[in-house]
Nanobody
């Protein structure tokens, strides 16, 4: 049974950094995306990495966030630097396999001013 597990959220001051991790067990993922949802707002795509390693970012995080993957560990990462209070949200990982996508349970990121 495949399972997706996220970790790395927390409370950080503005200007600080966090790294989110997302590991998929039981199967291999090709592409991975990180999404976030703030209270009262729709879920939005933050960053995505394809099977070939191409990356895309939301304009609001370009230059501050970096998505990466370790294929040997079947794990993806979201390095978040220069965090701002507006980055506060629940962050979700989505791992795409050949057959389907898996979603994580979400991890809270809170940035204090």
């Amino acid at each position: 049974q495949a399972q997706l597990l996220e970790s790395g959220g927390g409370l950080v001051q503005a200007g600080g950094s966090l790294r989110l991790s997302c590991v998929l067990s039981g199967t291999i993922f090709s592409a991975m995306g990180w999404y976030r949802q703030a209270p009262g707002k729709q879920r939005e795509l933050v960053a995505r990495i394809t099977g070939g390693g191409s990356t895309t970012y939301a304009d609001s995080v370009k230059g501050r966030f970096t998505i990466s993957r370790d294929t040997g560990k079947n794990t993806g990462y979201l390095q978040m630097n220069s965090l701002k209070p507006e980055d506060t949200a629940v962050y979700y990982c989505e791992a795409a396999t050949v057959l389907r996508s898996f979603w994580g349970q979400g991890t809270q990121v809170t940035v204090s001013s």
